[in-house]
């Protein structure tokens, strides 16, 4: 059974920084792409960064390059997203994917809140 389960969210200020997290179980980690999505109130859910495996290429969406940082730790089933800078506008929950032989998993999401 494959479970994504991401922790690290909270309350920042603007300008402040949050490491989340997302630990798998039931998969092959070092196989699969991992994904960070988000989804604000009101809005679709959006990719935010991806990772492939083994070569560690990533990708961002615009709106976060520069300021967010992906990376996975294959030796602990973790996938990370370094979140600096935050802007009110990162304001979303965020989850965690995997797509594992054509069926997309999801964590449950963890709330990040940027506001003073």
């Known amino acids: 059974q494959v479970q994504l389960v991401e922790s690290g969210g909270g309350l920042v200020q603007p300008g402040g920084s949050l490491r989340l997290s997302c630990a798998a179980s039931?998969?092959?980690?070092?196989?699969?792409?991992m994904n960070w999505y988000r989804q604000a109130p009101g809005k679709e859910r959006e990719l935010v960064a991806a990772?492939?495996?083994?070569?560690?290429?990533?990708h961002y969406a615009n709106s976060v390059k520069g300021r967010f940082t992906i990376s996975r730790d294959n030796a602990k089933n973790t996938v990370y997203l370094q979140m600096n800078s935050l802007k009110p506008e990162d304001t979303a929950v965020y989850y965690c994917?995997?797509?594992?032989?054509?069926?997309?998993?999801w964590g449950k999401g963890t709330l990040v809140t940027v506001s003073s």
């Open positions: 994917n995997g797509r594992v032989r054509l069926v997309d998993y």
């Open positions: 039931g998969i092959t980690f070092s196989r699969y792409a």
């Open positions: 990772i492939s495996s083994p070569d560690g290429n990533t």
